[in-house]
């Protein structure tokens, strides 16, 4: 109305003192034109601040959605459905050992060199270092897997296309190390695709599986440790981890016997932190959950320390525990045995169990027992 009033202004102070200010004209030019035009400014200002906020109000509703869309992305989840494996600790229950204190790392004198190692070995351990030999050790272990294998899960899975993925130390190569597995699991089950995962990193190649378009139903993963000759502080083991999508296992009325939730790289310690926290749905403040640590240098250790610390998780002896000072260093088995010992002790403790691992990267990972989904639902 401002415009209104200085238009009117302008025509009474503009007007020609000769002509009539008492005329039609003289008020349509004072008053009812300015008015006019006052009216036309203001429906087109509140016209643009409408548009104006409509398009803050969508975009913020977008981006709400797009957040929202996003946290269900990245909580999206996998089924551990059975775990087999062995270990110079224990071939079952070794998440329960090692809390128990049982420890494999014992020293070895090597008679060649002279040396003693410290080293966790499969049994029968490895006397003549032969490929020979080795490939005896592999063969008989791998057997023990699929022996280890629940055979009502084996029955199950046999009518759903799988994919085998195989990570070695490189020993063997990797068609032999395949032949071998086939020929300890038999012409029963076949593998729709098998990969070799030597450049896997840690469990990241899980975050890769949940993006895919048309994912797997169905995960084997295989991971092989064993030395012709033993390596100080480094954990022989062979151990086989199937997962699932949580579709299969609802179709197939399976429960399975945790969940594992998408690993974070450690690229920032607090940012990557919160993340692996919002993935795995568990406040950063929660303290009641339970650490595995493998592989993670000093120098990561420290900083992550600093961050769940902050975070109010005070990493205390009893609720952290490192695999390296007991079982030995898991080296290309550290995916599979770290979900191994996070989904038996999440099932024994109904507790959320995060690892933290160090493979080609540092990295984080949730493991939640079954109990807490159904809570939540």
Not at 6 to 18: H, K, N, R, S, T
Not at 44 to 56: N, S, V
Not at 290 to 303: I, K, L, Y
Not at 309 to 326: E, F, H
Request: aromatic share 8%.
């Amino acid at each position: 109305m401002t415009w209104a009033a200085l238009g009117a202004g302008l025509v009474i102070g503009l007007w020609p003192e000769l002509q009539d200010q008492s005329s039609l004209w003289f008020w349509c030019c004072a008053v009812v034109f300015p008015l006019l035009s006052g009216l036309v400014l203001l429906a087109l200002r509140r016209l643009f601040y409408e548009r104006q906020r409509d398009f803050a109000e969508s975009w913020n509703l977008q981006r709400e959605e797009h957040e929202q869309w996003l946290v269900q992305v990245g909580q999206r989840q996998l089924a551990v459905v059975t775990t087999s494996y062995c270990t110079a600790t224990a071939n079952n229950r070794l998440a329960e050992a090692l809390c128990n204190g049982a420890s494999s790392l014992q020293p070895l004198y090597l008679q060649e060199s002279r040396t003693t190692l410290r080293v966790s070995q499969l049994l029968p351990e490895t006397k003549l270092f032969t490929e020979a030999e080795y490939t005896q050790r592999l063969t008989a272990r791998l057997q023990q897997v699929v022996d280890g294998l629940d055979e009502d899960v084996q029955a199950l899975v046999k009518k759903t296309p799988m994919r085998l993925r195989i990570k070695h130390n490189q020993v063997l190569p990797d068609d032999q190390v395949l032949s071998l597995w086939q020929a300890c699991i038999g012409q029963a089950r076949v593998f729709d695709q098998v990969e070799f995962a030597s450049q896997d990193d840690g469990l990241l190649w899980l975050d890769h599986w949940l993006d895919q378009p048309s994912p797997a139903a169905l995960m084997l993963s295989l991971e092989i440790h064993l030395f012709l000759q033993p390596v100080a502080e480094q954990a022989e083991s062979v151990s086989a981890v199937l997962l699932a999508l949580p579709e299969w296992c609802a179709g197939e009325s399976v429960v399975p016997a945790d969940w594992v939730q998408r690993p974070v790289a450690m690229t920032d310690e607090v940012d990557s932190f919160k993340d692996a926290c919002l993935w795995g749905q568990v406040a950063e403040t929660d303290a009641s959950y339970f650490s595995w640590q493998t592989q993670v240098s000093a120098e990561d250790q420290c900083r992550m320390s600093k961050v769940m610390t902050a975070a109010g998780y005070s990493p205390a002896g009893d609720r952290i525990k490192r695999l390296d000072d007991v079982l030995g260093l898991p080296g290309s088995a550290v995916g599979n045995l770290a979900l191994v010992v996070a989904s038996e002790h999440a099932a024994a403790s109904s507790l959320p169990q995060l690892i933290v691992l160090q493979d080609a990267s540092p990295q984080w990972c949730f493991v939640r027992p079954v109990e807490i989904n159904k809570e939540q639902s």
